[in-house]
């Protein structure tokens, strides 16, 4: 809930919307003097942004709907990311086997030249085609395919850098209000009144500039917005007309490990789509995605049976290990709010971003009435390039910004000597030799140069306190909770942590209850 204080001031900035979109813009802003308020009605990230395939690429299947400039956009910013959270962001080969009756050859090599070059000079190893018959990486694969191709990109903990985002934001001094609903938005002159809502708790907020960044949910907020500026006693006029969004559901599942090694591999499906195999958590294998439309926003979205059996075909095309849906040991799903540009297939639907100002009024002029930004579509990879352009097209509204900062400053645990996160790790087991080096592994990966802090000085297991699973700890709990706004069991165990891969059932359900009586109450 907001402070008195807070209640009576006038912000620059209100974010709606706590994705990776939302909390980017609200790092950014608050970083340049801004004063910021975000407000997300859920946990930070809960939906679209930590349902991704985990990838912080240039989208090589891009290249094929001519998408260039969104390609190369994206190849520079996987750079600056891979620099600027090491712990978070590690670079992974991909292996693609050629299958010469969907693409041909030449096709696929003239495509990954241009996608080792569009972005300029790359930190990444170049790709090369392989002798499947004989590398290493051809040893899961049917002999089917006995030529193939690798090229670079990089993985990400897609929740984490949300919450990331979020956490160094607040250290700037933005208001992070997270399980808190937009119920109502109204223009006076030249500001924005919001009506928010927690638990039942209601206050309101004032800002001088409006960001929509709710995803899937931008025309639910689209819907509670009024115009109050008309004559006296009028009634609220409409919120103008907004571009629209197409919804679609990316779907994926997880199994237990189907190989060896840390690369990645690509598949190419018979209707010509891409599905990806990827190295999860140690233990497992992250297969995904689906492209299938999903109209409507409320309705939780879930693999189902149709797109299960269609990544487990994907693979078995492939691999010579097998899978079906008894396999499965997790899935998620999550709506991309894409920008709808009229294509019918979902697939070929643009990934690039779009931004609608409205801002009534000669723009710079005191006076003019307070805008509006709305963000439509967009990809995780090119999230800071996008809360740039958001601030540039906001900038004759707001105070005066200092310039750009997030391409090189490093997010939270991200700023390790020389970006190597394998140096730090064998560092942080010198120091901590009484703990498990699988342990100290895995929170070294979530937390980077903050791993010492998280850790606070335990020298042996038992300082940790009550070990839940997973390497799922009392201390590491304690500082989720405190530090990222951990309220419920599901924050921990899905998205700050993914330990809940690691237990059961019966134990996620008992870690749940003790959560609820001994941290949550």
């Not at 907001?2 to 006038?10: C, F, K, N, T, Y």
């Not at 930590?50 to 190849?75: C, M, N, P």
């Not at 891979?82 to 978070?88: D, E, F, R, T």
Request: glycine share 10%; with cysteine; net charge neutral.
């Amino acid at each position: 809930m907001a402070s008195a204080q807070d209640r009576a001031r006038i912000f620059d900035l209100l974010i709606v919307g706590g994705g990776v979109n939302g909390c980017g813009l609200a790092r950014d802003a608050a970083g340049r003097g801004l004063s910021v308020y975000l407000c997300e009605k859920g946990d930070l990230g809960s939906a679209t942004s930590s349902a991704s395939t985990k990838l912080i690429h240039g989208g090589l299947r891009y290249l094929e709907y001519y998408q260039f400039r969104l390609v190369r956009q994206a190849l520079a910013e996987r750079d600056r990311l891979l620099s600027i959270a090491p712990h978070i962001v590690t670079p992974r080969r991909f292996v693609v086997p050629h299958d010469a009756r969907l693409r041909a050859a030449w096709r696929i090599r003239a495509g990954l030249f241009l996608y080792d070059h569009l972005g300029g000079a790359a930190r990444l190893p170049i790709s090369i085609p392989v002798d499947l018959r004989s590398h290493r990486y051809g040893r899961p694969l049917k002999p089917d395919f006995p030529r193939g191709f690798v090229y670079s990109d990089c993985w990400v903990d897609d929740a984490r850098l949300v919450l990331l985002n979020a956490v160094d934001a607040a250290n700037r001094g933005a208001r992070i209000a997270t399980r808190t609903t937009c119920t109502g938005l109204r223009r006076q002159g030249d500001h924005w009144v919001a009506r928010l809502r927690r638990h039942g708790m209601e206050w309101q907020v004032r800002a001088r500039a409006l960001v929509n960044a709710a995803g899937p949910w931008v025309e639910d907020v689209a819907a509670v917005m009024q115009d109050a500026t008309g004559p006296a006693g009028s009634p609220p006029a409409e919120a103008p007309p907004q571009p629209r969004i197409r919804l679609v559901r990316g779907s994926h599942i997880v199994v237990p490990r189907l190989f060896q090694g840390q690369q990645a591999y690509l598949f190419q499906g018979e209707d010509r789509r891409v599905v990806f195999a990827i190295p999860f958590q140690d233990a497992f294998t992250l297969i995904g995605t689906t492209d299938e439309p999903h109209p409507d926003p409320a309705q939780p979205p879930a693999a189902s049976p149709a797109e299960i059996a269609y990544l487990c075909s994907a693979v078995n095309r492939y691999l010579k290990r097998s899978i079906a849906a008894a396999d499965i040991v997790s899935s998620f799903s999550g709506i991309r709010p894409l920008f709808d540009d009229g294509q019918e297939d979902p697939s070929a639907v643009s990934r690039d971003y779009v931004l609608h100002l409205d801002a009534p009024g000669p723009e710079g002029v005191g006076g003019a009435a307070a805008p509006v930004l709305t963000i439509y579509g967009g990809k995780i990879t090119t999230y800071r390039q996008l809360a740039e352009r958001v601030l540039d097209r906001l900038a004759p509204h707001l105070p005066a910004l200092s310039r750009p900062w997030t391409d090189k400053a490093p997010l939270p645990g991200g700023d390790l000597p020389g970006h190597d996160l394998e140096g730090f790790i064998g560092d942080l087991i010198l120091r901590h030799p009484g703990l498990d080096r699988t342990f100290l592994r895995r929170i070294a990966r979530r937390h980077g140069s903050l791993t010492d802090a998280v850790l606070d000085n335990a020298k042996r297991p038992a300082d940790l306190g009550r070990d839940f699973g997973g390497g799922l700890t009392e201390c590491e709990i304690d500082w989720l909770h405190r530090n990222e706004w951990a309220e419920t069991a599901e924050d921990i165990l899905w998205r700050r942590t993914k330990t809940g891969l690691f237990m059961s059932e019966e134990g996620r359900d008992l870690f749940a209850d003790w959560f609820e009586h001994q941290i949550a109450a």
